[in-house]
T-cell receptor, first 116, second 115 residues
């Protein structure tokens, strides 16, 4: 069965620190997709990135970077030089071809607090 | 940009009332979803629809129904609201298109309080 684990319930750092949010997934499929979403205090879930299982290249977008490692079934998210506006709950999610039927399997989320 | 809108940001209803939550997307997406989000329980799928007039139960459909009469609109109905349905409700849509398949785009959410 598919599963997404975000072991860090809450992380608190001081502004300008780098921070990494962990995501570990389980799936029996060889074709799958991984996602990160951000949920600021306003409540809307904002799509950040989608990665398919055949693309193991790391992705960088400004201060955000993602490290996909199939060997450890992890898809970790790093924010460099964090800012107060990065404070939010971050969700990792998985969708696979075999079992998902268009659905996403969600992690529990990691609440990130950036202190000024 | 994908735009998903929900009819209300905040809603207060009485126990036993019939409640309609409306969701509209403007990107011609085939799939639409309703989730509820509660502290400590994460996002849970209530219902989804992959075509007009089609619906599938998610993980927690009890006490809810849905309607999809038009492609752009997906309604969540609480037939008789109860206090345990107090929650944040999130609507999402996704496309069957090759490049964006499975990527769900969310509306701003509706915080429902049932008294």
């Amino acid at each position: 069965a598919q599963k997404v684990t975000q072991a860090q319930t809450e992380i608190s750092v001081v502004e300008k620190e780098d921070v990494t949010l962990d995501c570990v997934y389980e799936t029996r499929d060889t074709t799958y997709y991984l996602f990160w979403y951000k949920q600021p205090p306003s409540g809307e879930l904002v799509f950040l990135i989608r990665r398919n299982s055949f693309d193991e290249q790391n992705e960088i977008s400004g201060r955000y970077s993602w490290n996909f490692q199939k060997s450890t079934s992890s898809f970790n998210f790093t924010i460099t030089a964090s800012q107060v506006v990065d404070s939010a709950v971050y969700f990792c999610a998985l969708s696979d071809v075999m079992d998902s039927n268009y659905q996403l399997i969600w992690g529990a989320g990691t609440k990130l607090i950036i202190k000024p | 940009d994908v735009k998903v809108t929900q009819s209300s940001r905040y809603l207060v209803k009485r126990t036993g009332e019939k409640v309609f939550l409306e969701c509209v997307q403007d990107m011609d997406h085939e799939n639409m979803f309703w989730y509820r989000q509660d502290p400590g329980l994460g996002l849970r799928l209530i219902y989804f629809s992959y075509d007009v007039k089609m619906k599938e139960k998610g993980d927690i459909p009890e006490g809810y129904s849905v309607s999809r009469e038009k492609k752009e609109r997906f309604s969540l109905i609480l037939e008789s609201a109860s206090t345990n349905q107090t929650s944040m409700y999130l609507c999402a849509s996704s496309s069957l298109g090759r490049e964006q398949k499975e990527t769900q785009y969310f509306g701003p959410g509706t915080r429902l309080l049932v008294l």
